[in-house]
């Protein structure tokens, strides 16, 4: 059964630098999806993407955030300069957007910004 | 804009009985879909069961199913013949019919005693 796949699985970085959330979604989706969960929380919307642009974003997907696509399979969300409130796990989803509007999550990734 | 709203907290349930979570929603579209979603320990979301608004029928997943009342705005997820391994985090989540976000409830944790 197909799935959507994201790396690392963990990153831990220091605040400040630089990092890049790797998804892969389900090969014949078109539209593409980052959530975020802080620890005890609810999951967050931040951005969706469609048709090599972004199509809706939220108030947190703030100019420190950026997604691509770089090829035909990988799905990237680039954090620019991590901050400590930045720790949370990260969501990619997918859809087809066909008879149902659901959408195919990946197991996600912890990011811990010290 | 949506919001979802679970007030549940935190539910128990003795092994092999039923328990029902709920959950209610504001929009003021009328198509749209509900999902619940399990988030075990490991943190990644499982689609549990979907419902279309447009559908007076309550959907039905084996030991899972919800009374989804359009009117009252409710859409309550029963369990039946709990399981230990239903222990979870349980998250309700409303999409509009062409939206791209997902919103979530705060999540209610199960616990089930053996």
């Known amino acids: 059964e197909p799935e959507v796949t994201q790396t690392p699985s963990h990153q831990v970085t220091q605040m400040g630098q630089e990092v890049i959330l790797r998804c892969v979604p389900i090969?014949?989706?078109?539209?593409f999806y980052w959530y975020r969960q802080i620890l005890g929380q609810k999951v967050e919307f931040l951005v969706s993407?469609?048709?090599?642009?972004?199509?809706?974003k939220s108030e947190i997907f703030d100019d420190q955030f950026s997604v691509e696509r770089p090829d035909g399979s990988n799905f990237t969300l680039k954090i620019r300069s991590t901050k400590l409130e930045d720790s949370a796990m990260y969501f990619c989803?997918?859809?087809?957007?066909?008879?149902?509007?659901?959408?195919?999550f990946g197991p996600g990734t912890r990011l811990t910004v010290l | 804009a949506q919001t979802v709203t679970q007030s549940q907290p935190e539910m128990s349930v003795q092994e092999a009985e039923t328990v029902t979570l709920s959950c209610t929603y504001d929009?003021?579209?009328?198509?749209?879909?509900l999902f619940w979603y399990k988030q075990p320990p490991s943190r990644q979301m499982i689609l549990v069961i979907r419902?279309?608004?447009?559908?007076?029928q309550n959907a039905t997943e084996n030991r899972f199913s919800v009374n989804f009342q359009k009117a009252a705005k409710s859409f309550s997820l029963k369990i039946s013949d709990s399981q230990l391994g239903d222990a979870a985090m349980y998250f309700c989540?409303?999409?509009?019919?062409?939206?791209?976000?997902?919103?979530f409830g705060a999540g209610t944790i199960l616990r089930v005693k053996s």
């Open positions: 419902q279309e608004a447009y559908k007076q």
């Open positions: 929009t003021s579209e009328s198509d749209y879909y």
């Open positions: 993407f469609y048709n090599n642009e972004i199509s809706e």
């Open positions: 090969s014949n989706h078109l539209y």
């Open positions: 989540a409303l999409i509009m019919e062409y939206g791209n976000k997902l919103v």
């Open positions: 989803a997918s859809s087809e957007r066909g008879l149902i509007n659901e959408q195919f």
